[in-house]
């Protein structure tokens, strides 16, 4: 299994990004994943996941509203596009997902909001 994210940068506070997480070596279409950010110091937090199929999504309140979590399983990616970004969004952003009884993450791709 592997996960690789990418499209984290630099963005001033009221910007936007989208993030991708590209999967392989499981059957991506069957599982439900997640994005998970970690800011400097801080424990690394759930922000939003999304069902196998696409059809349910949840959010953490601090993002909901601004962030919208899609994959599209043909692609083997899922997305999370955030906006209005805000200084407290810094962090780096991971993607998750269980497989079985194992937990796999990416490496992270950093998001630096700052003007």
């Known amino acids: 299994v592997q996960l690789v994210e990418s499209g984290g940068g630099l963005v001033q506070p009221g910007g936007s990004l989208r993030l991708s997480c590209v999967a392989s070596?499981?059957?991506?279409?069957?599982?439900?994943m997640n994005w998970y950010r970690q800011a400097p110091g801080k424990e690394r937090e759930l922000i939003a996941g999304?069902?196998?199929?696409?059809?349910?999504?949840n959010y953490a309140d601090s993002v909901k509203g601004r962030f919208t979590i899609s994959r599209d399983n043909a692609k083997s990616t899922v997305y999370l596009q955030m906006n209005n970004l805000q200084p407290v969004d810094t962090a780096v952003y991971y993607c998750?997902?269980?497989?079985?009884?194992?937990?796999?993450w990416g490496k992270g791709t950093p998001v630096t909001v700052s003007s």
């Open positions: 999304i069902s196998s199929a696409g059809g349910s999504r």
């Open positions: 998750n997902t269980w497989v079985g009884v194992m937990n796999y």
């Open positions: 070596g499981f059957t991506f279409s069957n599982y439900h």
